[in-house]
T-cell receptor, first 107, second 113 residues
Framework: KQEVTQIPAALSVPEGENLVLNCSFT??????LQWFRQDPGKGLTSLLL?????REQTSGRLNASLDKSSGRSTLYIAASQPGDSATYLC??????FGTGTRLTVIP | DAGITQSPRHKVTETGTPVTLRCHQT?????MYWYRQDPGHGLRLIHY???????DKGEVSDGYSVSRSKTEDFLLTLESATSSQTSVYFC????????????FGQGTRLTVV
C-alpha cells in the first residue's frame, strides 16, 4: 500500500522564524507532488505543485522541493507569520495524502 | 476559487437512510474525486471519476457509490448510512494527470445519528 507520511505532526514556532515541513512517500513513480494548507473548518487550498521533472517550486515565502529517489519533499516557509498558522498537507498526486503538520506561529 | 460547489454543506441523517452528496464544477475538468476526512486518518479517497460514466474505487469505497452523468456533476451516495460514515466529505477536481493541480470544495459535514 502506498503511504505518505508527514513529520512533525505539530509544530509551534515564534513569528519570524524560518521552518521546514517534511513529507515522505513510498511511490517513486509519482507524476508530481502537491502541497496544501487547510484552515480549521475549511477546505484545502493549493499552495504549490512540483512536477516530477522539477526539483523545486517557489511561491512568495514558500519553497517546496522534491527528491523522487529518496521519496521526500520539503516545504520551506521563510519569515513565518501568525497568518501561516494552519495544517499543511502533502499529496503524492496518486491520490494519497499525508495526515498533515499542524503549524502554529506565535506572535 | 476554482468553481467547485458542494451541496449540502451540512446534513444530519438517520442510520439506514440513503444520502446523496453533490459536487458541481464549472471548470470542465475531466477528473473529479470524493474524499472523507476524519481525525487521525487524514484525507482518504472514496471514489474518483476520469470522465462521464467512468469511475473507479479509492481506498475506502465500501458503502459508497458514485455517478457521473455529466462532466460538471459528481454524485456520492451512501446507500444505507451508518454512524461510521459520520465525517467531512470533500470533493476535488483536477489532478490525476501530469502537471495538473487539484482544487477542493469547501466540504460537507455529514452526521449520521
Amino acid at each position: 500500500k502506498q503511504e505518505v507520511t508527514q513529520i512533525p505532526a505539530a509544530l509551534s514556532v515564534p513569528e519570524g522564524e524560518n521552518l521546514v515541513l517534511n513529507c515522505s512517500f513510498t511511490d517513486s513513480a509519482i507524476y508530481n507532488l502537491q502541497w496544501f494548507r487547510q484552515d480549521p473548518g475549511k477546505g484545502l487550498t493549493s499552495l504549490l505543485l512540483i512536477q516530477s521533472s522539477q526539483r523545486e517550486q517557489t511561491s512568495g515565502r514558500l519553497n517546496a522541493s522534491l527528491d523522487k529517489s529518496s521519496g521526500r519533499s520539503t516545504l520551506y516557509i521563510a519569515a513565518s507569520q501568525p497568518g501561516d498558522s494552519a495544517t499543511y498537507l502533502c499529496e503524492d498526486n496518486n491520490l494519497f495524502f499525508g495526515t498533515g503538520t499542524r503549524l502554529t506561529v506565535i506572535p | 476559487d476554482a468553481g467547485i460547489t458542494q451541496s449540502p454543506r451540512h446534513k444530519v441523517t438517520e442510520t439506514g437512510t440513503p444520502v446523496t452528496l453533490r459536487c458541481h464544477q464549472t471548470e470542465n475538468h475531466r477528473y473529479m474525486y470524493w474524499y472523507r476526512q476524519d481525525p487521525g486518518h487524514g484525507l482518504r479517497l472514496i471514489h474518483y471519476s476520469y470522465g462521464v460514466k467512468d469511475t473507479d474505487k479509492g481506498e475506502v469505497s465500501d458503502g459508497y457509490s458514485v455517478s457521473r452523468s455529466k462532466t460538471e456533476d459528481f454524485l456520492l451516495t451512501l446507500e444505507s448510512a451508518t454512524s461510521s460514515q459520520t465525517s467531512v466529505y470533500f470533493c476535488a477536481i483536477g489532478g490525476g494527470q501530469k502537471n495538473t493541480e487539484a482544487f477542493f470544495g469547501q466540504g460537507t459535514r455529514l452526521t449520521v445519528v
